[in-house]
Each structure stands twice: as C-alpha cells, then as structure tokens.
C-alpha cells in the first residue's frame, strides 16, 4: 500500500510561512465565537433589518414578528459580540449595525449564499 500523497507537495519553507501567519489561539476561539453568532435565523433577521436602518425594539419586534423579550434577548447577544451598537434618545433606544465590518461580512456572506442558488 502507498502511504505516499499524489497531490501536490508543499515545500517546508511554504509550511513554516503558513504555519506562522496562522492567527494565535486567542484571535481563532474570537473569529469562530464571532461566526457562531451568526448562527441564528432570529440573530440574522435582526441583522438584516439593522442592515437597512437604525431601530428601536418595537419596530424590529414587529418586523422580525418575535415578542419583545426574545428580540432584546438577541439585541443583547449581538452587542455583546460587538455586531450591534445602540444610541438612546430620551427614553427610546435605537440599535444599528456596530461598524461598516459587520455590514460588510453581512452582506458577503448574503451575496455568496445568493450566487450558489
């Protein structure tokens, strides 16, 4: 039996180089603990219309059609994972996307999802 691989070999010096770039197990446990977030299909509609607009919680319970508790629940969790900012206005709080990064994963990802159809 040949234990020996027929593909393309990969020289030491290109593994070493590899091997280095790679991020440190901190930045990796952050980067999958980011992805997992988006995970969710309530987390992902929430995105979406964050997307598209800054919102209080009534205008995405409504839109997201979910009770209030379970929309600031995932407001929360994006938050947390610095996905989603929010301002206050007297007493209403409006949430939107945190940075031009999240808008741009969101929509790479949705632009890829797209194209594989």
Do not use: W
């Not at 010096?13 to 990796?28: A, G, L």
């Not at 929309?71 to 996307?97: A, F, N, W």
């Amino acid at each position: 039996m040949n234990d020996k691989c027929l593909c393309k070999n990969i020289a030491p010096e290109e593994i070493e180089r590899f091997q280095k770039e790679v991020p440190d197990e901190t930045t990796t446990q952050l980067l999958a603990d980011f992805f997992k977030v988006f995970g969710d299909t309530s987390r992902i509609k929430i995105l979406h219309y964050l997307s598209r607009a800054e919102l209080c919680v009534s205008d995405l319970t409504a839109l997201a059609g979910m009770q209030q508790s379970a929309v600031s629940h995932q407001l929360k969790l994006l938050r947390l994972h610095r996905l989603v900012k929010m301002r206050k206005e007297g007493v209403t709080i409006y949430y939107s996307l945190d940075d031009e990064h999240v808008s741009e994963v969101f929509k790479l990802a949705l632009d890829h999802i797209s194209e594989s159809r």
